[in-house]
């Protein structure tokens, strides 16, 4: 499977933006997607994950209410919706497949890595 994050900018505070991780070269409907995200202080945090069917999805704490990760099987793609962004939000986001039933914020358990997209939100 083969994922290109895209959608990243810049933001202002309180702004939204929406991520998308398109995939290709496999059975989309078959993986768990999840996002992560990685900054030079914090290294890579988990932001949200969503089931294979997107039934059940998780969220980082530090995320919880502001974003809401959806998926699109017939599209083969999986959004990150993030509202009222804070300063402490920017990173480098990266989607994440793993061929599990499990949701997991591990990213160990992850298979397939996208390229990542630089989201940057200014005071």
């Known amino acids: 499977v083969q994922l290109q994050a895209s959608g990243g900018g810049l933001v202002q505070a309180g702004g939204s933006l929406t991520l998308s991780c398109s995939a290709s070269?496999?059975?989309?409907?078959?993986?768990?997607v999840g996002w992560f995200r990685r900054t030079s202080e914090k290294g890579r945090e988990f932001v949200a994950a969503?089931?294979?069917?997107?039934?059940?999805?998780d969220y980082g704490d530090s995320v919880k209410g502001r974003f809401s990760i959806s998926r699109n099987n017939d599209k083969n793609t999986v959004n990150l919706e993030m509202n009222v962004l804070w300063p402490e939000d920017t990173a480098v986001y990266y989607c994440?497949?793993?061929?599990?039933?499990?949701?997991?914020?591990?990213?160990?358990?992850?298979?397939?890595w996208g390229q990542g997209t630089l989201v940057t939100v200014s005071s």
């Open positions: 969503i089931s294979r069917a997107g039934l059940t999805t």
């Open positions: 070269g496999g059975t989309f409907s078959s993986h768990v």
């Open positions: 994440a497949a793993a061929f599990t039933t499990v949701v997991s914020r591990k990213s160990n358990r992850y298979d397939y």
